[in-house]
């Protein structure tokens, strides 16, 4: 008898940890990661919060990779996937060609579609992306980090640029893309009630440090007066 096949879209991926001792980086002299610490565990959603340059992005580019010189030691056993506050498509290519760019291996058509269809856009796979809204250009921007299968799931201020509803919106499917997949998921955004809605624990990088680290644990949906995001408020 044949092996049941697993089931492509609910299949869950080993998450991965991320181990930071040490993160020092800096930009022509100017100290902005100073001897940062951070553990993630498998599969923990996690919101980073922080001043406007504070360095929250310089240690989503970092942890991906994405930047070349620092000191320290920084161990994410690879399978990140990004997603920033501009979707960043190409105009001159479709969506559908857009999304398999982001692939680690060259990805055919049809799993731009499933990763497309992961994020409620597959019907915009033909489409030229300068007349997507902005909410499904940031949808086919997650669908670009998904075919990758990340195990670590970096977000930079993805949702930052959306109207309120369409934030909204962009929540519900990030939680059911998490549930379905549970990769670690680390988030930059400006908005405490974001973090406490979205995430399990949330930081604070200040002076070049994470100076908070606080377990969200109520039920969803969070309460906009959990005392708990006192200290968080305190700080931005
Ligand atoms: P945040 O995302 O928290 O707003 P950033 O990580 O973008 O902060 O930036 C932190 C600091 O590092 C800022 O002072 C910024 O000007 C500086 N910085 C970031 N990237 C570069 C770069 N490529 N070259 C020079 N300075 C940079
Ligand atoms: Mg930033």
Redo the contacts with the bound molecule.
Sequence with gaps: MAAPQPDLNTAQRAAASVRVRGLEKT??G?H?LRGLDLDLAPGEFTALL??????????LRVLAGLDGEHAGEVATGGGVAVAFQEPRLLPWKKVWANVVLGAAVPAPREAALAALAEVGLADRADAWPLTLSGGQAQRASLARALIREPRLLLL?EPFGALDALTRATMHHLVLDLWERHRPTVLI?THDVDEALRLADRALV?TDGRISHDIVVDLERPRRRDDPRAAPLRAEL
């Design positions: 930009f022509d100017d902005v922080g001043r406007s340059g504070s360095g929250k992005s310089t240690l930079d930059v990088l």
